[in-house]
């Protein structure tokens, strides 16, 4: 199957640490791509590859990967953090892109 | 520095057909691909498909939108359109492009801002 799997929601206090996961088929050969997106605004760019965070975004957010599950972390969760955050990766096709549902984190 | 600029919200009527471009600026047009994503009200992104800008334009649709919409480029200006035709309903939400920071990946580093469209049945 080429789909992407999220929780819908989660959330955490100020200064923990939260996890969100993705987990697909595709996530056995490809690394996740993942992005966040506030409130009415376009998507941003926060972890991809093995190891590859963009300049400019915290260095608080990380990614893992193992098996078929990517994992997002962010550690010390800030109210700046508060976003849907989604995953991508390739399709069975392996050219075709697919997005998981998406995580609202919210923070309490 | 690098900007994605689309075009203005569009009211559409069932059965109409759309166009929304997406202006770059800030990097060499036709050295990165420009991909199209769909948002429906309170869903998930959807994957519409992708352009690549170069003399030989290479286009790949999502098989959901295959038959119904089209990328186009106008280099003089460094804009990529995005047509769909036959629209339904269902074709409502906000329509991203956004550059691939690489060669055909899911990378991609700049975003335009949306490009609402409500179409009405």
């Known amino acids: 199957s080429s789909e992407l799997t999220q929780d819908p929601a989660v959330s955490a206090t100020l200064g923990q640490t939260v996890r969100i996961t993705c987990q697909g088929d595709?996530?056995?050969?490809?690394?996740a791509t993942w992005y966040l997106q506030k409130s009415g605004q376009a998507p941003m760019l926060v972890f991809s590859g093995r190891n590859n965070r963009p300049s400019g975004v915290s260095d608080r957010i990380s990614g893992s990967s193992s098996g078929n599950t990517a994992t997002l972390t962010i550690s010390g969760v800030e109210a700046e953090d508060e976003a849907d955050y989604y995953c991508n990766s390739w399709d069975s096709s392996g050219n075709h892109v697919v997005f998981g549902g998406g995580t609202r984190l919210t923070v309490l | 520095q690098v900007q994605l600029v689309q075009s203005g919200a569009e009211m559409k009527k069932a059965g109409d057909s759309l166009t929304i471009s997406c202006q770059t600026s800030?990097?060499?047009?036709?050295?990165?691909?420009i991909h199209w994503v769909r948002q429906a009200p309170g869903q998930r992104l959807e994957w519409v498909g992708v352009?690549?800008?170069?003399?030989?334009?290479?286009?790949t649709y999502a098989q959901k939108w295959q038959d119904r919409v089209a990328f186009t480029k106008d280099t003089s200006t460094n804009t990529v359109y995005l047509d769909l035709i036959k629209l339904t309903s269902d074709d409502s939400g906000t329509y991203f492009c956004?550059?691939?920071?690489?060669?055909?990946?899911?990378?991609?580093?700049?975003w335009g801002p949306g490009t609402l469209v409500t179409v009405s049945s």
């Open positions: 800030g990097y060499t047009f036709s050295t990165h691909y």
């Open positions: 956004a550059r691939d920071q690489g060669v055909y990946s899911r990378t991609w580093d700049y």
């Open positions: 595709s996530l056995g050969s490809h690394f």
């Open positions: 352009i690549h800008p170069s003399f030989s334009t290479t286009t």
